[in-house]
């Protein structure tokens, strides 16, 4: 069963792509990630269109069967502009979290950079892994979390499900993104992001262009899909590049055993 959000939908066919595996439950779908226990979205329930939202304990109890041995409840909703009792979620400890979707026609967006290059090889890779541990949460387990992302999304890549573009400059990747196809001609982006030292020189910019063309070229997509947080540096980029607001991701956690 395809999601109805666009946001799930496309999760989910990374999700896949990176080796997990989706399950139909009674109302929800069980996503999971068995190669990497840490990692929150890839380890979730997904409530489906019109689900009961009321019993924020009753989700609760649906992720700890599902993933008994987890210290982390992670709740989706594949409703495009949910709404519900944000406020009952949160008095039983949940965070609350709505990105924005945005869609943009690849026409629109795609242009080639003969400096952007596909990332391959152990050093390429290895420059990528320094990124994302830069963006990192501090968190004492994250390198090893952000260790097995790579090799999911190293998989993803070397079986044609994925690429990863990179710019290199001073001899190594300073920037890079994802971008995997999806069902009905969509493209969706993964995990833009730019070391510290390099931002503010359009690097992302040039990356999700670049990102653009290669879907259509190689994938013939012809739709653009990016998740980005409401107040995040990044929205105001994807906005000037043509991106435009489709709907909302909510995305519902609790820390530690419930």
């Known amino acids: 069963m395809t999601a ?22 009674d109302g ?21 269109p019109g689900a009961d939202l009321t019993d924020p304990e009753g989700w609760a109890r649906r992720h700890r ?8 409840t992670t709740v989706g909703i594949d409703d495009a502009h949910a709404r519900f009792d944000e406020e009952a979620w949160r008095g039983a400890g949940f965070e609350v979290e709505r990105s924005i979707v945005l869609r943009a026609p690849s026409a629109e967006v795609a242009a080639t950079d003969g400096a952007i290059e596909e990332v391959d090889g152990e050093a390429d890779w290895s420059d990528v892994e320094a990124i994302e541990l830069e963006l990192g949460s501090g968190e004492a387990d994250h390198a ?20 990863w573009l990179g710019l290199r400059e001073d001899g190594r990747i300073v920037s890079a993104l994802g971008v995997l ?19 503010r020189r359009g690097a992302a910019g040039r990356l999700v262009r670049a ?30 590049l043509g991106f435009r607001d489709a709907e909302t991701q909510v995305q519902l956690t609790r820390m530690g055993r419930s």
Request: glycine share 8%.
């Open 211 to 240: 990102g653009a063309a290669l879907a259509a070229s190689r994938w013939g997509c012809s739709d653009l899909v990016i998740v980005a947080d409401v107040d995040g540096a990044a929205i105001a980029l994807y906005r000037r």
């Open 4 to 25: 109805a959000s666009i946001a799930f939908a496309t999760d989910l066919v990374a999700r896949v792509a990176e080796g997990g595996t989706v399950e139909q439950a």
């Open 65 to 72: 069967e599902a993933f008994p041995e987890l210290d982390f």
């Open 144 to 163: 090893v979390f952000v260790g097995r992302r790579i090799d999911a999304e190293r998989t993803a890549v070397q079986a044609g499900r994925a690429a």
């Open 181 to 199: 196809p999806a069902p009905r001609g969509i493209a969706r982006y993964q995990n833009v992001g730019t070391l510290a030292a390099y931002r």
């Open 28 to 48: 929800s779908r069980i996503v999971r990630t068995p190669a990497n226990p840490a990692f929150r979205w890839g380890n979730f329930v997904l409530a489906d």
